[in-house]
């Protein structure tokens, strides 16, 4: 079975997706409100510039990625699926719980899948780490600490909330399989008033398992990194790293000696990570979605799972913003 796919937004990270698309042979179009965007990616990547209308018409392409502005992912995301089209969105899923379950109904209506954009998940770092956790490499789940850290890119069309935590929640999901049992956000705002610029999150989950978030983008450094701590051990997952680098495995032992508690450290041992794009993986990904019209890892219950938990931050953030 031959699979086209199209392309709605010819932006920064259109083109990402858009090189691996053409590169896995099926870009079969794309679209952009702007013609000039358009055009300019139809002839890097030699595919016709055509409009939603169009593409929405041809019953040769049987998946779109829509990469635009979060707040026309519902209206883009509910016409797709009505004519009969798969539908990767590019994170966040939308702004509210509401467009969220409309997307999602649309998707049941239409016996469509959606996946969304949250692409830690394809990942061969996260992979590993994952199958590390669940084989008890490191003991039981203890706690996560997520740190997303960078200068820009700043939006004035939506929060930090929505641009970045969705990443982090989604991972850390993947991690404890299960939603948190309280959720405690606080904001600082400095450059925009949409809700935060730099986010502090505290998640308590069951069996005593916590995990927290710090998350800015009014950072004059760069830090993308994810330490999961058990009772044996530690796995560190640092994206900012070479590959070699990314994923190292620590190994520290707490002994009470009186009134202190002794550590004992070890050399810490830098994990073999496999080849692979995570944009790559993700995009292939979306191919199978197509073919076999079976749900993705991160699916449209993945994505709502999410989307509760940034709702509820967002709420919280309104009330504590500083």
């Known amino acids: 079975m ?30 952009d409100n702007d013609s000039k965007n358009a055009q300019q990616f139809s002839s890097q990547f030699s595919c016709p510039a055509l ?4 593409i929405l018409a041809d019953n040769t392409i049987s998946g779109v990625v829509i ?33 969220a379950n409309l997307i999602k109904n649309a998707a049941l209506s239409a016996k469509r899948q959606v996946m969304v954009g ?16 669940f084989s008890g490499a490191i003991g039981r789940l203890q706690h996560i600490q997520a740190n997303r850290l960078a200068m820009g890119r700043i939006r004035k069309s939506e929060s930090a909330i929505y641009d970045l935590c969705p990443h982090d929640i989604s991972i850390i999901l ?9 959720i405690n956000c606080n904001a600082a705002s400095h450059v925009t008033q949409n809700g935060g610029d ?10 005593n398992v916590t995990a927290m978030m710090n998350t800015s983008w009014y950072s ?63 995009i292939s990904e979306f191919i199978s979605v197509c073919r076999t019209g079976k749900p993705a890892i991160t699916d449209i219950n ?12 967002s709420h919280q953030t309104q009330e504590n913003k500083i």
């Open 2 to 31: 031959t699979i086209k796919i199209a392309l709605i937004g010819c932006g920064m990270w259109g083109k990402n997706i858009a090189r691996n698309a053409s590169e896995l042979g099926v870009l079969a179009a794309v679209c």
């Open 220 to 282: 004059p450094i760069k830090e993308h990194r994810l330490v999961v701590i058990g009772e044996s051990g530690s796995i560190v997952f640092d994206d900012t790293q070479p590959k070699e680098n990314k994923l190292t495995l620590y190994r520290d032992s707490l002994f009470n000696e009186g009134d202190a508690i002794k550590i004992e450290r070890e050399t810490p041992q830098f994990l073999h990570v496999p080849d692979g794009e995570p944009l790559r993986n993700e």
């Open 67 to 99: 990469v635009t502005n979060a707040n026309s992912h519902e209206s883009l995301a509910c016409t797709a699926l009505s004519a009969g089209k798969h539908v990767y969105i590019e994170k966040p899923l939308a702004l509210s719980m509401s467009s």
């Open 174 to 182: 993947g991690l404890v399989k299960g939603m948190p049992l309280t």
């Open 118 to 133: 949250h692409l830690i998940h394809y990942h061969p770092a996260y992979v590993t780490l994952q199958k590390l956790l």
């Open 198 to 207: 730099i986010i502090s999150t505290y998640f308590q989950f069951s069996d």
């Open 302 to 313: 993945e994505a709502l799972r999410v989307q509760e938990i940034l709702s509820e931050m």
């Open 51 to 54: 409009t939603f209308e169009e």
